[in-house]
Nanobody
Framework: QLQLVESGGGLVQPGGSLRLSCAGS????????IGWFRQAPGKEREGVSC??????????NHVDSVKGRFTISRDNAKNTVYLHMNSLKPEDTGVYYC????????????????WGEGTLVTVSS
């Protein structure tokens, strides 16, 4: 059973940066594709960024609203996936979750195998 723990959230001003971490334990972390999702107040959860397993070449994808601002990377030696968020906007505010999928290349929708508890990001002046 894979456990995921997010960290790195907080309060940041518009235009600022944050780095979120998703640490995995309990299973073979590098076999999983990892997705970052967020849920803003009053809105449905949406996929933001994903990275495939290293066996699949670390393929990456982002939704259009964060392209050019967010990057995703993984360090399998540390069992950690990072979401680097730059030029943050108030609309990036929400709870950010990471999730793992053992079957799909780079999922941003649908059912995931394992979820973390989330970390809150607030972008406000």
């Amino acid at each position: 059973q894979l456990q995921l723990v997010e960290s790195g959230g907080g309060l940041v001003q518009p235009g600022g940066s944050l780095r979120l971490s998703c640490a995995g334990s309990g299973s073979t972390f590098d076999y999983y594709a990892i997705g970052w999702f967020r849920q803003a107040p009053g809105k449905e959860r949406e996929g933001v960024s994903c990275i495939s397993s290293s066996r699949s070449g670390d393929y990456r994808n982002h939704v259009d609203s964060v392209k050019g601002r967010f990057t995703i990377s993984r360090d399998n030696a540390k069992n950690t996936v990072y979401l680097h968020m730059n030029s943050l906007k108030p609309e990036d505010t929400g709870v950010y979750y990471c999730a793992a999928d053992a079957r799909r290349l780079c999922p941003l929708t649908g059912v995931m195998d394992h979820w973390g508890e989330g970390t809150l990001v607030t972008v406000s002046s």
